[in-house]
């Protein structure tokens, strides 16, 4: 399966914009762009078949991520905190189309 990703890494300021989003498999993404999650500014974004956006943010003092399903016009967000184990794991079983169901245990959480 085939996803648009972009991100932001600090420590090296690659980065490439939601407007520029390259194509990545899933296994590339966890290849070559989940081990740069490293700082707090970093993130890193996918965009499936039908423009629905995940978002992954990395929280190094608590070695966990946080993983989103943003909704805009509600300025919330669907999320839930996984260790790279289980981060790992969710990049590797991503549906075509993103959705709450896909993510077990998500919160809502105002912005």
């Not at 420590?11 to 939601?18: E, M, P, Q």
């Not at 967000?77 to 260790?83: E, H, M």
Request: aromatic residues 10%.
């Amino acid at each position: 399966m085939h996803y648009r990703v972009f991100y932001l890494f600090d420590r090296s300021g690659d980065a490439i914009s939601s407007a520029s989003a390259v194509e990545m498999s899933a296994k590339a993404i966890c290849e070559q762009l989940l081990p740069r999650l490293q700082t707090a500014d970093d993130y890193l974004g996918i965009i499936d078949a039908q423009e629905n956006v995940l978002q992954v943010l990395c929280e190094p003092d608590s070695e966990r991520y946080w993983v989103e399903l943003p909704i805009d016009a509600a300025k919330a967000s669907y999320g839930r905190y996984l260790s790279i184990d289980e981060l790992k794991g969710l990049m590797m079983a991503l549906p075509e189309v993103f959705d709450r169901e896909a993510i077990p245990g998500l919160e809502y959480r105002p912005w």
